[in-house]
């Protein structure tokens, strides 16, 4: 089993950068395809990102591709979400996830097993 705590949230202006931190202690983090989801007021949680065991694949969104940069470090045991050229509609609580998948792709199907409880990040106009 693991623990993940996710930290780096805030209010940010469009256009601007925030980078999501996730912590994952227990088990490693290393065993675990790792990803990012979110959900906005008053939407069902979507996916966002997710990177394999080793970092080499990497499956996102199409909603946040191109501005978002997932990446973990095995080492710390924590995983990354760079999100740049932010917009209003990415104001959602970020969740950070972690899955016995497959690949990253699966987990954009399946889900996770553990999730952090949350971060939010609010994008003004």
């Known amino acids: 089993q693991v623990q993940l705590v996710e930290s780096g949230g805030g209010l940010v202006q469009a256009g601007g950068s925030l980078r999501l931190s996730c912590a994952a202690s227990?088990?490693?983090?290393?065993?675990?395809?790792m990803g990012w989801f979110r959900r906005a007021p008053g939407k069902e949680r979507e996916f966002v990102a997710a990177?394999?065991?080793?970092?080499?694949?990497?499956h996102y969104a199409d909603s946040v591709k191109g501005r978002f940069t997932i990446s973990r470090d095995n080492a710390k045991n924590t995983v990354y979400l760079q999100m740049n050229s932010l917009k209003p509609e990415d104001t959602a609580v970020y969740y950070c996830a972690a899955g016995v998948r497959t690949t990253p792709q699966e987990m954009r199907i399946k889900g996770a097993d553990y999730w952090g409880q949350g971060t939010q990040v609010t994008v003004s106009s």
């Open positions: 227990g088990r490693t983090a290393s065993s675990y395809i």
């Open positions: 990177i394999s065991r080793s970092g080499v694949s990497i």
